[in-house]
């Protein structure tokens, strides 16, 4: 167990290690990016399980290119020796879900006085997982571990600004 005094370097630490923003200018996915994300509940009962799913949130994914970029996010996954290239895919039991971005061949242009300024908007993957942990038997623990894996060779031009999980309310008819 970790003891930590109340230095600012230890607490900065601390802060560090258990956070899943990757601000102020995000995380490159040209290699396999493990994150561990922290639960806000965790031991949820039955009802509150069947009225709202537990979502895993890639946010401010930006692609700095008009290309194509594909990354898989896997929970709890746990590789042995080098995991640089993951065989992995859908069929694989810590699969969470997959990110595509096509290219579009066209840039969105917005006229702002006399000049021309190219605008991009960053995305968010939303995933649900509540069924997800209850299969790798993670949804009574306190984080759980996020690999996202990058599938094309345009990962370096995308950025990933954090990681975290929200709760939706389920809708049943």
């Known amino acids: 167990m970790k003891n930590y005094s109340t230095t600012a370097d230890q607490v900065l630490h601390l802060v560090a290690e258990k ?20 639960r806000p509940r965790k031991s949820r009962s039955k009802k509150e399980k069947e009225e709202e799913e537990e979502v895993l949130v890639v ?15 896997y929970v709890n996954l746990v590789l042995d020796g080098n995991d ?5 895919g859908p069929e694989s039991r810590e699969f969470a879900g997959t990110y595509v971005d096509l290219a579009h061949g066209v840039t969105k ?33 306190d984080s759980i571990l996020v690999t996202l894996v990058p599938r094309t060779g345009s990962g370096a031009n995308t950025t990933v600004d954090g990681v975290r999980i929200d709760y ?3 809708y049943t008819q």
């Open 109 to 141: 242009i917005a006229n702002e006085g006399d000049t021309m300024i190219k605008t991009k908007r960053k995305t968010n993957l939303k995933l649900g997982i509540s069924e997800l942990l209850g299969d790798l038997k993670a949804d009574e623990e």
């Open 19 to 38: 956070s899943s923003c990757f601000k102020p200018k995000g995380r490159i996915l040209d290699s396999n990016v493990k994150v561990r994300v922290y």
């Open 168 to 170: 939706m309310p389920r």
């Open 59 to 73: 946010y401010g994914i930006d692609v700095k290119k008009d290309m194509y970029v594909k990354f898989d996010v």
């Open 84 to 88: 640089s290239d993951i065989k992995l």
